[in-house]
Every structure is written in structure tokens, then in C-alpha cells.
């Protein structure tokens, strides 16, 4: 079992790594908190695969779970429905010492946390991921947040979760387009701080390029990664996140480096009201654009924001969907940043493995790489 320590002024708690561990999830929390009562929060797609296992563990270990299940998708991340939840945690008899259980995704991770983080002025909290994304990103480093009518996750807090238990076995249910939109989200701490991972994940690419060749019709190689080599690359970007998260946890400074392809990749999804995009895919795109939008600027050298470009391909991120203009783009980056009260600042590959901050850059080159990726020359 891996076991990475996550640091921060709230706390200090663990990330769990291991195939099989939902099994354990009542011996695991018990080791760390009382048995209580527990509202296990999921969605209905993970619900038949999951909760009952992990109920059932809960029960074992002497907690008393209640388990809600949630449509599932980014208008679960609401006010409503954390009002909905206060309620049956109320009549569930839930207290300050109980526990509030994230069984799914980052919509149920970022839910249950902020229910987590505000019932009765906050008790604790466990994550257990069950996407891609939700492993090696949303699941650690605490931001916990609902949406709201005028925008994504601008409601929330920082609010450290008590243990985070990862199950890779989870991911063998995981449509193979939320693996490789959660997979983006991972190769990006390659491009920010780990040339070797980045490496790992090029060197990987290319011999499942090859194998590719021979087995005609199948998706993107990534999806053929076997389990300790996935288990390897998802060990790394709990350090990582880990690492960045303990020597910024709030976001002053350091911690914007997770934000590389987010400027982008947030316009992408804003411009298209959210339903073309998985997020991850837009972090794939906007991470492409921001390595081109790099080397026009001369801050990164052609070859490397080539071989960004060619990896990230690899994960089948979507062409533009016709109608998205690159006024629409523009537009979107610009509101979005407004409405953040600040300039458009882009986190920019320097190097593979280190990035640099560029605030308003010309706008005629933003506009440039965006028309590219539009007429579909970056795919
Ligand atoms: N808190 C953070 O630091 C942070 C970081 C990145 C993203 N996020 C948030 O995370 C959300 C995206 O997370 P996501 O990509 O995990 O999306 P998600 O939670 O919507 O899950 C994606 C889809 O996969 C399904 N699913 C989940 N696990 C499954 C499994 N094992 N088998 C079968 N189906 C499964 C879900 O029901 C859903 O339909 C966004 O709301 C984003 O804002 C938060």
C-alpha cells in the first residue's frame, strides 16, 4: 500500500494508494476517527459499481453510513444541492464528529467537501476517488466549492479532507473519455515540474504509438497503460500536488502553476456554456495552446512546445465543435478574468518541467494560437 503525507496548515493527513482498497475503506477511516455516523455522498454511476462495498466496510468497522446518491454532473455542484444534504445529515443525525464520505468524481468531491467543510462549522471529511482526475488532482490539496449560475466553483473554500483513499481498481469502470481527460490533468505536472514524468509519459506514447500501428481501430494508447505503471504516475502526482499544495495551500503564488492550460481551457469550456468539453480535455487543449502561445512569445523553444503538443495528442482531445469562433474564445478569457478582478495572467511552459507567469500578453497573439487551434492545425 502507498502511502503519501499530505502537509498543510490545517492539517496533515494521508493519501492511501492501493487496487482493492474500498474494501478497507471502515478499517482505513478508523484508524484516523471514531466510528460515527457517515453520509457516503456518490453519484449514480458510481453508485451500483461501489457504494454497497464501501457501506458494507463502513458497517463492519462499527459506522453507521447513510448513503445519498446524486444525479451526478456539474449542476450537482450547487447550493441547492448542499441544502438538500444539510438536511438529511440533520435528520440523519449527523454531528461534529461525524463524517462526510466523497465516494465518485471531482463533482462529489467538491460537493461533499464543501457540505463537509460548512455543516455545523465544518467536520471531517474523506475522499475517496474514483476518477482519474479526482486521484491526481481534485481529491487532494482541499479547495471545496458548489458553482454558481454566473460561474464554476466560485462559492467554496479551502477545507482539507481527514484521509484520502485511492482504489485504482475503480478505474476499470471509467468510460476511456474521462480516463483520458483525467490523464491530461496528469501529464500537465510533467510539463510544469517533472522532465522525467513528462519522459515516462512520451516514451510510453511511443511504444504505444507503434503497437497502435499493428491493432487498427483501437483509441488513444494511453488507454492500454498497465496498472503499475498507471499506479507509478499517479503515486507522482500525489507528491507532486502534495509538494506544491503544502508550500502554498491557498493559491498566493506557487500553487498557480497547477493553473497551466486553465486560461484557456476555462474560456474553451465558458464559450461553449460547458457542454462540449470534458474539463480535462479543455486543460488538454488549453495546455497545447498555452505551450504555442509560448514559443510565439519566445519564452519556450519550438521543439519542446512541439513535443507538448504531440504528447497531449496522443489523448484524442477534441476538435473545436463548429460555431466556436475565435471571438467567442477571446471573449470568454477576457470575462472570466474580469470577473476574478484581475489581469489575464497565463501560466506558460519555459522549459519541459518549469513554467513562467506572463501577464497580458499582446492580444493579437492569443488570438493567433486560438485561430490555429480553430482551424484544426494543432490536431
Ligand atoms: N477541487 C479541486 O482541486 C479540483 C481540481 C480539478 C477539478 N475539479 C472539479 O472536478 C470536477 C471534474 O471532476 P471529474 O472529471 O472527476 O468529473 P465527475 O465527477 O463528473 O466524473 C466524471 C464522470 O464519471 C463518472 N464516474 C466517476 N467515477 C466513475 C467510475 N469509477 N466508473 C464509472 N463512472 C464513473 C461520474 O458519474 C461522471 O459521469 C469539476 O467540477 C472540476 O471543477 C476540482
Given amino acids: 500500500m502507498i502511502k503519501v503525507e499530505i502537509k498543510t496548515t490545517q492539517n496533515r493527513y494521508p493519501v492511501y494508494l492501493q487496487k482493492g482498497i474500498l474494501e478497507l475503506t471502515g478499517r482505513m477511516i478508523k484508524r484516523y476517527l471514531s466510528p460515527c455516523p457517515v453520509l457516503l455522498i456518490t453519484d449514480k454511476n458510481v453508485s451500483g459499481h461501489y457504494a454497497e462495498i464501501c457501506r458494507q466496510s463502513l458497517l463492519r468497522e462499527g459506522f453507521k453510513p447513510s448513503t445519498v446518491v446524486l444525479e451526478g454532473g456539474e449542476k450537482d455542484k450547487s447550493l441547492q444541492s448542499a441544502f438538500k444534504l444539510y438536511g438529511i445529515a440533520l435528520k440523519e443525525g449527523l454531528d461534529r464528529k461525524s463524517v462526510v464520505l466523497a465516494l465518485g468524481g471531482g463533482v462529489i468531491g467538491d460537493l461533499a467537501g464543501f457540505v463537509a467543510s460548512t455543516y455545523m462549522r ?15 488532482d481534485s481529491s487532494v490539496g482541499g479547495k471545496v466549492a458548489v458553482n454558481h449560475p454566473r460561474g464554476k466553483n466560485l ?3 479551502f477545507y482539507q479532507p481527514s484521509l484520502v483513499l485511492a482504489d485504482m481498481d475503480t478505474l476499470k469502470t471509467l468510460p476511456p473519455r474521462e480516463f483520458l481527460a483525467g490523464l491530461a490533468e496528469l501529464i500537465k505536472y510533467g510539463i510544469i515540474v517533472d522532465k522525467t514524468l513528462f519522459q515516462q509519459f512520451e516514451h510510453f506514447a511511443q511504444i504505444s504509438g507503434k503497437q497502435q500501428q499493428r491493432e487498427q481501430g483501437k483509441e488513444s494508447g494511453f488507454l492500454q497503460l498497465d496498472n503499475s505503471t498507471l499506479l507509478k504516475f499517479i503515486t507522482k502526482a500525489v507528491l507532486i500536488k502534495g509538494k ?9 503564488g506557487l500553487r498557480r502553476i497547477l493553473n497551466l492550460g486553465h486560461t484557456f481551457g476555462h474560456a474553451l469550456e465558458l464559450a461553449t456554456a460547458y457542454e462540449y468539453y ?3 480535455e479543455a486543460v488538454a487543449v488549453g495546455m497545447m495552446l498555452a505551450a504555442n502561445l509560448a514559443a510565439k512569445l519566445q519564452m519556450l523553444g519550438e521543439k519542446d512546445a512541439g513535443r507538448i503538443s504531440a504528447l497531449l495528442f496522443h489523448l484524442n482531445p477534441p476538435a473545436p465543435p463548429a460555431g466556436l469562433t475565435a471571438k467567442m474564445v477571446l471573449n470568454a478569457l477576457i470575462s472570466d478574468k474580469k470577473k476574478e478582478g484581475e489581469e489575464l495572467v497565463f501560466i506558460l511552459p519555459a522549459t519541459i518541467g518549469k513554467t513562467v507567469v506572463c ?3 499582446p492580444m493579437e497573439q492569443v488570438e493567433s494560437v486560438v485561430k490555429k487551434y480553430l482551424n484544426n492545425h494543432f490536431l
Fill in 359 to 361: 501577464k497580458s500578453p
Fill in 155 to 157: 462559492i467554496g473554500l
Fill in 122 to 136: 465544518g467536520i471531517p471529511f474523506v475522499q475517496v476517488p474514483t476518477t482519474l482526475l479526482a486521484m491526481v
Fill in 244 to 252: 506544491v499544495v503544502s508550500m502554498d495551500e491557498k493559491e498566493n
Fill in 278 to 280: 470534458l474539463h480535462g
